[in-house]
T-cell receptor, first 113, second 111 residues
Framework: SQTIHQWPATLVQPVGSPLSLECTVEGTSNPNLYWYRQAAGRGLQLLFYSVGIGQISSEVPQNLSASRPQDRQFILSSKKLLLSDSGFYLC????????????FGPGTRLTVL | DAKTTQPPSMDCAEGRAANLPCNHSTISGNEYVYWYRQIHSQGPQYIIHGLKNNETNEMASLIITEDRKSSTLILPHATLRDTAVYYCIVRPDTGRRALTFGSGTRLQVQP
C-alpha cells in the first residue's frame, strides 16, 4: 500500500533562517506531488506541484521554492523565512491521469518567530 | 476551475443525517465535483466525487442536481468523529490536477 511521509512534524524557526521540509512517498511510481500551505483558520493554498523529476510548477509568487530530486521525493525550501511563512504545510500525491484522489501527508506545523 | 460556495458552518445531532450543500453554478461539462474533509490538525481526506450521477460509498452519498449547478453531501448517520471542515471542489478530469480549496463548511456534530 502507498504511504506518504513528512518531516519534521513541528518546527520553530527564527525570521531570516533557512527552511527545508521533506516529503517522501512509498508504494507508487511517477506520482504527481503537491505542496499546500494552510494559515491559521484558513483554507489550503496550493504552493507547488510536480508531474515528474525536476518539473516544478509554482502557483503563487513567494520566497519559497520546491525541488524534486527523485521520483518520490519532494522538498520545500526557503533561504530566508518571513513571519508570514508560518502555517501548516501539507504534501500530497496523486496518481497519473484518471486517478482522481489526492492523498495527504500528516503535515508540518511551522512557526516563524 | 469553477468556484464553489458553501455555508461557513453547520450543526448536526449525533446519529442524524448531515446534509452539506454546495453551489457551483459556473461548473462546466468536464468538471467533476469532489468532497474532502479535514479533521483538526490533520491533512484533508478524500470522501467522494461525481460528474452528474448520484454516487454512494461507505462514507457518504453525493447528490448532484440535474443542471449540475449544486450538490449535497450526505453523511447518513453522523458521529462525533465526523466533526470536521468539509470542502466542496470542482475540477476538470484532464489538465491541471491540483485541487483548489475554498473555505469549506465547518460541521459540528453535537452529542
Amino acid at each position: 500500500s502507498q504511504t506518504i511521509h513528512q518531516w519534521p512534524a513541528t518546527l520553530v524557526q527564527p525570521v531570516g533562517s533557512p527552511l527545508s521540509l521533506e516529503c517522501t512517498v512509498e508504494g507508487t511510481s511517477n506520482p504527481n506531488l503537491y505542496w499546500y500551505r494552510q494559515a491559521a483558520g484558513r483554507g489550503l493554498q496550493l504552493l507547488f506541484y510536480s508531474v515528474g523529476i525536476g518539473q516544478i510548477s509554482s502557483e503563487v509568487p513567494q520566497n519559497l521554492s520546491a525541488s524534486r530530486p527523485q521520483d518520490r521525493q519532494f522538498i520545500l525550501s526557503s533561504k530566508k523565512l518571513l513571519l508570514s511563512d508560518s502555517g501548516f504545510y501539507l504534501c500530497a500525491w496523486s496518481g497519473l491521469a484518471g486517478d482522481y484522489e489526492q492523498f495527504f501527508g500528516p503535515g508540518t506545523r511551522l512557526t516563524v518567530l | 476551475d469553477a468556484k464553489t460556495t458553501q455555508p461557513p458552518s453547520m450543526d448536526c445531532a449525533e446519529g442524524r443525517a448531515a446534509n452539506l450543500p454546495c453551489n457551483h453554478s459556473t461548473i462546466s461539462g468536464n468538471e467533476y465535483v469532489y468532497w474532502y474533509r479535514q479533521i483538526h490538525s490533520q491533512g484533508p481526506q478524500y470522501i467522494i466525487h461525481g460528474l452528474k450521477n448520484n454516487e454512494t460509498n461507505e462514507m457518504a452519498s453525493l447528490i448532484i442536481t440535474e443542471d449540475r449547478k449544486s450538490s449535497t453531501l450526505i453523511l447518513p448517520h453522523a458521529t462525533l468523529r465526523d466533526t470536521a471542515v468539509y470542502y466542496c471542489i470542482v475540477r476538470p478530469d484532464t489538465g491541471r490536477r491540483a485541487l483548489t480549496f475554498g473555505s469549506g463548511t465547518r460541521l459540528q456534530v453535537q452529542p
